[in-house]
């Protein structure tokens, strides 16, 4: 999934995280601002294209510390021949360079189209990431109804901010973001294609959704959740309407149709097709694809210890358990489903080809935030008409389609290992005390811990946002450096002093922030390198040597896939590793605590998930008792 890969210096802005909301996010105005979103878009900047030498001279320091010497030669070489005067690196970046004239952003409709649309893996664990809130507190079905209320009418609090353009604007760095993405996430959904799939959006459309579905026992219903006046309908009358479809779902069983969605892209895509050819089909399809959202009402799950409990509820959130337990219970398609078990599980799956990870835990803290101030009355018998249920008439064709997804799910599902830590001992203060950069220093301690693991560095990607540019999507932050290897070198080797650990580790630390402060200026490689591909194949000339290298591959062989999505709940977002040998990392930088959660796969003999995350609390901890038992030069 995220395997795809001048002028002169840019300013770096300083060291400044996107700017969170302690409290619950507040709309900027009571009432509608039209135009608002518009206008504050067209005064973003647009995503530059990077200088084609700088590029170059950044690629080939980024592959020192992940390839051989002679491979690093021969890659040498054939920068050398494409960078050459009047040769196909200056006419590919002439291309990129008009192409970025002519379009609001030169890149991202090209990297929706590789990253997802064109990748044909199951979303499901491979790009699909899931998120696992703190355990509610409620342990029945009633409960379970009780919070599903809540939490609707708190998303419904939130769009509200959409619909009027009130939602305040985020800054990274003291630059304002751009906030598109919040306006792909609801009543929009993927749709499978037999070659590539492409995402709709019905929140522009003239008549915008009116409804959510709900999906109960592998069984969807339409949920609308606005009054015939415009107005939502209240928390009571949602939980009324939730319990008129727990009721109606609770002693039927039907196929579980939504499994479907879990199938390689390709097979799904065919199956599609078979599903609609039904008119019934089609309609219920299109029900849950012009929905608001999906509201996953889960059934019983695996009994777990609690110490596993976190570990348990990642797997709920990224791909349901298998067809056993929650599987089929998703539509994954759907860019936003809530997932909430009876037993207080609570989070959410994503589909990712329209947003990345900030702009839905932002939701989610606001969804959850409005939950904890909600009361709810009594229910009482309403009036409003009950939910409708979705007919699927299951041909056999259909069925076999079913039962080979529900296979092929239970093998992703017995193959992904997830474990889920809180690395209590501390949080951002540590590193903020020593005056490092606590996102860099998390990346240093997973070099650390990678290099114990296997004595070498490996490829290794963090997700830079773009979001200071108009529609800028993400860049890759190559965490594995000079700097990084020659730290993880030296940590573990009794002939070194610890003032020079110490000094190794500033560099480490300053080399990942100079790195990410190059990403999210649009000054990266990958995209860049990406970008001159795409324009190749554009333009129809056959693709450079650069990109046929075996360095390249290496390079987008990322062993390590990580990201910090950082949130105000205490919760973690998750998915799975984006090579068969390589580990999926995910973590929640809070004040004094860090979420990780990491994933490998079990046919991989050389990986596993819960090895890494010891490996990483240890380094953590062997770096600060690092820099508590050294003296440092005056910072
Ligand atoms: N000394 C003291 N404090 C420092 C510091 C230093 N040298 N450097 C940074 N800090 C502080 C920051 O001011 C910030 O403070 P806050 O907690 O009050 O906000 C905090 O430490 C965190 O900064 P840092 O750890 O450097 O990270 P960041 O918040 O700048 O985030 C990225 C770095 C790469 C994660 C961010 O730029 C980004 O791109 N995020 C989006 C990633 C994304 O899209 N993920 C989802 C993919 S699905």
Same mark, same amino acid.
């Given at each position: 999934m995220w395997g795809i890969c001048s002028r002169t210096a840019v300013a770096m802005p300083k060291?400044?995280? #996107? /700017?969170?909301?302690?409290h619950l996010v507040k709309?900027? $105005?009571?009432?509608r601002v039209a135009g608002r979103y518009q206008s504050h878009q067209k005064g973003l900047p647009s995503l530059p294209v990077p200088p084609l030498q700088q590029t170059c001279e950044r690629y080939l320091t980024a592959l020192e510390p992940i390839v051989e010497p002679e491979e690093l030669n021969n890659t040498r070489k054939l920068l050398e021949e494409f960078q050459e005067a009047g040769g196909l690196g200056e006419k590919l970046q002439r291309g990129l360079e008009k192409r970025a004239g002519k379009t609001?952003?030169? /890149?991202s409709a090209w990297w929706v189209q590789v990253?997802?649309?064109?990748?044909? #893996?199951?979303?499901?664990?491979? $790009?699909s990431p899931g998120l696992v809130l703190p355990r509610m507190n409620f342990t029945n079905k009633q409960g379970q109804i009780r919070f599903a209320a809540k939490l609707i009418a708190g998303v419904l609090d939130f769009k509200t901010m959409i619909d009027n353009e009130t939602l305040p604007v985020e800054y990274l760095g003291g630059k304002p973001l751009c906030m598109n993405q919040y306006y792909e996430v609801l009543s929009s959904c993927r749709i499978p294609g037999l070659k590539r799939d492409s995402v709709v959006n019905?929140?522009? $459309? !003239?008549?915008?959704?009116?409804h959510i579905t709900v999906v109960h026992n592998h069984q969807f219903f339409i949920l609308d959740i606005y009054n015939s006046d415009g107005t939502p309908l209240t928390p009571d009358q949602l939980h009324v309407q939730l319990e008129k479809i727990c009721r109606a779902s609770s002693e039927t069983s039907s196929e579980? %149709?939504?499994? /479907?969605?879990? =199938?390689h892209r390709d097979s799904w895509g065919k199956a599609y097709q078979n599903l609609i050819k039904d008119k019934t089909n089609k309609d219920s399809v299109s029900a849950i694809q012009r929905s608001i959202f999906t509201l996953c009402l889960d059934g019983a799950t695996p009994q777990v210890s609690d110490d596993s409990y976190r570990s348990c509820a990642a797997v709920q959130m990224l791909h349901g358990g298998g067809s056993r337990w929650n @599987?089929?219970?998703?539509? +994954?398609?759907?860019t936003l489903q809530f997932i909430i078990g009876e037993d207080g599980t609570c989070g959410a799956n994503y589909e990712h080809a329209p947003a990345e990870g900030p702009p839905i835990v932002a939701l989610i803290d606001h969804v959850v935030e409005f939950t904890r101030k909600l009361e709810l009355g009594q229910s009482t018998t309403g009036s409003l008409p009950s939910p409708q249920k979705l007919r699927f008439n299951i041909t056999a064709e259909i069925k076999k389609d079913i039962e080979e997804a529900k296979h092929s799910m239970n093998i992703l599902a017995d193959d992904l290992n997830m474990r889920v830590e %809180? +690395?209590?001992?501390?949080?951002k203060n540590v590193p903020k005390a020593h005056k490092m950069s606590p996102d860099a220093f998390i990346q240093v301690a997973l070099q650390l811990a990678y290099y114990r693991m296997y004595h070498h560095c490996c490829a290794t990607y963090e997700s830079a946002s773009l979001?200071? +540019?108009?529609l800028g999507r993400t860049d890759t932050i190559? @965490?594995?450096s000079s700097a990084s290897a020659s730290f993880v070198k030296a940590f *573990? *080797?009794? !002939?070194? =002093?610890n003032t020079d650990k110490v000094s190794l580790l500033e560099k480490a630390v300053k080399a990942h922030r100079t790195y990410t402060n190059m990403a999210i200026s649009g000054q990266a490689i990958d995209r860049h390198l990406l970008g001159l591909k795409m324009q190749a194949m554009e333009e129809k /000339? $056959?693709?450079? *040597?650069v990109f046929k290298d075996a360095a390249y591959a290496k390079a987008l062989h990322y062993k390590l896939s990580t990201s910090q999505v950082p949130s105000k709940t205490d919760c973690v977002m998750c998915f799975g590793p984006v090579v068969p040998n390589g580990y999926g990392v995910c973590y929640n930088p809070m004040d004094d605590h860090i979420n990780f959660a990491v994933s490998s796969f079990n046919?991989?003999?050389?990986?596993n998930a819960a090895h890494l995350a010891q490996a990483v609390e240890e380094a953590l901890l062997d770096m600060r008792t690092l820099l508590e038992q050294t003296p440092r030069a005056k910072l």
């Open positions: 060291p400044c995280g #996107l /700017l969170k909301p302690r709309p900027v $105005s009571a009432t609001e952003n030169w /890149l990253a997802y649309l064109e990748y044909r #893996l199951p979303v499901v664990v491979h $790009s019905h929140a522009k $459309s !003239s008549r915008p959704p009116k579980p %149709v939504g499994i /479907l969605t879990t =199938q @599987s089929g219970n998703r539509w +994954f398609d759907k %809180v +690395f209590g001992h501390f949080g979001r200071m +540019f108009r190559r @965490s594995a *573990d *080797d009794p !002939s070194k =002093q /000339l $056959s693709v450079p *040597d046919t991989c003999k050389e990986t």
